[in-house]
């Protein structure tokens, strides 16, 4: 079975291509996960991501927005001595940060999930690559996700940050064409 360059044969990894990766997602709770999961990926391969995933959810109270939004200095310093996540302060601060945000927007916008696929006019994007080398890092769709975030005090939401999280929740459908998830 084909499957898109950046997929190894990890078997980690052959699940979440297989099953996630690009596939629409309008739960605000999911987004909230994947938004942080991948600033914490910042400067690290996704595949340690995808290894401590489940120390990340369990860390952060299943993303459970409302309660990381009111983490605390205690609760800053549990996670900075948990083993099962990446162990960077600014890293987890921006995702108690970013919660705020996400609730601000949800008290603005009605849910993060409208907000976000504003970004790409409510429905997925199909790109169509040939390979993994034509696949940009960032997008003009990205930047501006970016910049509107950063405008509302979010953390670890650059371009290609955006970009990433894009693909992942199916915002983009960025699998190669000769992908068997292509199609689907």
Known sequence: MKRCGWCSDDPLYIAYHDQEWGVPVYDDRHLFEMLILEGAQAG??????????E???EAFHQFDVERVA?????????LLANPGIVRNRLKIEAAIRNARGV??????EGSLSDYLWQFVGGQPIR???PDLKS?????????????ALKKRGFNF????????????????????????????
Request: net charge neutral; aromatic share 12%.
């Open 135 to 147: 696949i940009p890092a960032q997008t003009p769709e990205s930047t501006n996700m970016s910049r």
């Open 127 to 129: 790109n169509h690559w």
């Open 44 to 53: 690290l391969s996704w595949i340690t991501i995808l290894r401590k995933r």
């Open 103 to 108: 609730l601000a927007i949800q008290a603005e």
């Open 55 to 57: 120390a990340y959810r």
């Open 70 to 78: 009111a983490y605390t200095d205690a609760d800053i310093e549990r």
């Open 157 to 184: 939401v650059g371009p290609t940050i955006c970009y990433a999280f894009m693909q992942a929740v199916g915002m983009v459908n960025d699998h190669e064409q000769s992908c068997f998830r292509y199609q689907q």
